[in-house]
T-cell receptor
Framework: ETGVTQSPTHLIKTRGQQVTLRCSSQ?????VSWYQQALGQGPQFIFQ???????GRGNFPPRFSGLQFPNYSSELNVNALELDDSALYLC????????????FGQGTRLTVV | AQRVTQPEKLLSVFKGAPVELKCNYS??????LFWYVQYSRQRLQLLLR??SRESIKGFTADLNKGETSFHLKKPFAQEEDSAMYYC???????????FGGGTRVLVKP
């Protein structure tokens, strides 16, 4: 059984560019959630995907979008990058349903310059 | 909207001393409460959740709905407990978590 993996681990982008972050969910998990963690703060919920459909969204603008694929891996896309988008982006997978534990990836550190 | 507050950014205790991490929440309903921990160079992981009512690594947490609190306690801290601790709330099954700002625990020898 493999855990949650995210790629890339680090990247640097210029303001105004677009970025795609990737997440492979843990084997057997059909739910993926994305979080943004700014320096010195707790993670903030961006959105969740369940069986390829968006299943809830936090207080983030539409330029944050996502996808989930049939194998339950997921992408987070951010358009028109802003300096404040610099953060650690975490992906978490869970099995769905009631009372399930969320397993986190190691995160992608995005720096916008 | 739900909110989780962890008033202490840093807790420094000596090995063998008790440690208590405070967590208060606001939510109009019956939330699920969690404590997540991140050890140095490791990923965020679940420590315990209120519905399990179990002790993990000597830690316990009691949900007090009257005070809307979910404080984490350990009677005798160990050096390996040094880590970042996050309290989190989920308003329903499905793990859409609202996290607090985190408390860094430093256990000194």
């Amino acid at each position: 059984e493999t855990g949650v993996t995210q790629s890339p681990t680090h990247l640097i982008k210029t303001r105004g560019q677009q970025v795609t972050l990737r997440c492979s969910s843990q084997s057997g998990h059909n739910t993926v959630s994305w979080y943004q963690q700014a320096l010195g703060q707790g993670p903030q919920f961006i959105f969740q995907y369940y069986r390829e459909e968006e299943n809830g969204r936090g207080n983030f603008p539409p330029r944050f979008s996502g996808l989930q694929f049939p194998n339950y891996s997921s992408e987070l896309n951010v358009n028109a990058l802003e300096l404040d988008d610099s953060a650690l982006y975490l992906c978490a997978s869970s099995g769905g349903g009631l009372d399930t534990e969320a397993f986190f990836g190691q995160g992608t550190r995005l720096t916008v310059v | 909207a739900q909110r989780v507050t962890q008033p202490e950014k840093l807790l420094s205790v000596f090995k063998g001393a008790p440690v208590e991490l405070k967590c208060n929440y606001s939510y109009s309903g019956s939330p699920e409460l969690f404590w997540y921990v991140q050890y140095s160079r490791q990923r965020l992981q679940l420590l315990l959740r209120h519905i399990s009512r179990e002790s993990i690594k000597g830690f316990t947490a009691d949900l007090n709905k009257g005070e809307t609190s979910f404080h984490l306690k350990k009677p005798f801290a160990q050096e390996e407990d040094s880590a970042m601790y996050y309290c989190a709330l989920s308003k329903a099954a499905g793990n859409k978590l609202t996290f607090g700002g985190g408390t860094r625990v430093l256990v000194k020898p």
